[in-house]
């Protein structure tokens, strides 16, 4: 009996935000690698990965191209329905004005976010979320922030 | 001498923002035919469009399909840049807080938008624009507006 609980325990553990997050983190490396401004997202429904994306602003000469753009659009190719109920976006940097303005637009049940965007962050911004959105910030913030730090140190 | 001026005269008058705006109000025309909430875009540079697009988010199931978003895409692959300098994008309806928010990216010259959205524009949303850009309103106001007015009065 103590055997089976404690194997639940570790089942309800895995998937916690930091678990998820760690895979945005995967997707902010290999921006680094195409040398795009290092940011991650991935969408998570059901514990299940739907959607992962990262920056393409350069390759693609588009400004939309934010990871979180394509995330929230691969979803809703996955879902066959452009409302993100129930789904969580975990993305390595907080999101600009112009995400979460489409965050706002897909009711998403919740946003997760690594680093602070102290400039451009929505929060900054003043940027409205949807009522029913959920935000939780500061997940593996230093890891996310010093990948943007390594990223602009390179640029110099 | 008199009949050349006023040739040049009708050549400088053509090219107003009212001019434009008919185009963007043919795309909304056209999402309105495809029961699309009814915004039309374009994007002009020197006189020239170099981008169309109306709003797709049913067709597409995309909440990202606005529109602007479209014409922001479009006009960068046809520059060859992701900046709009020296753009003017003309919209039917008041850009919301995620369009906004990607024109401000974009760098873009000018917004001309046709009616206010005095819920979800950008004005009301506090969305910061790019220093750069500078926007006029109210241009064919009333017929871009009617026709935002007819689309939910079919809806209902």
Known sequence: MYKLNSYFCFMENIFT???????????AYTAFD?????VGAIVVINNRVIAKSHNLTELLNDVTAHAEMQAITASANFLGGKYLTNCTLYVTLEPCQM????????????????????????TKMGTQLHPKTVVVSGVLEDECGELMKDFFKKKR
């Open 99 to 122: 995400c979460a303005g489409a965050l706002y637009w897909s009711q998403i049940s919740k946003i997760v976010y690594g680093a602070s965007d102290a400039q451009r962050g929505f």
């Open 17 to 27: 935000d930091e678990y998820f997050m760690k895979k945005a983190l995967q997707e």
């Open 34 to 38: 195409k040398d795009e401004i290092p």
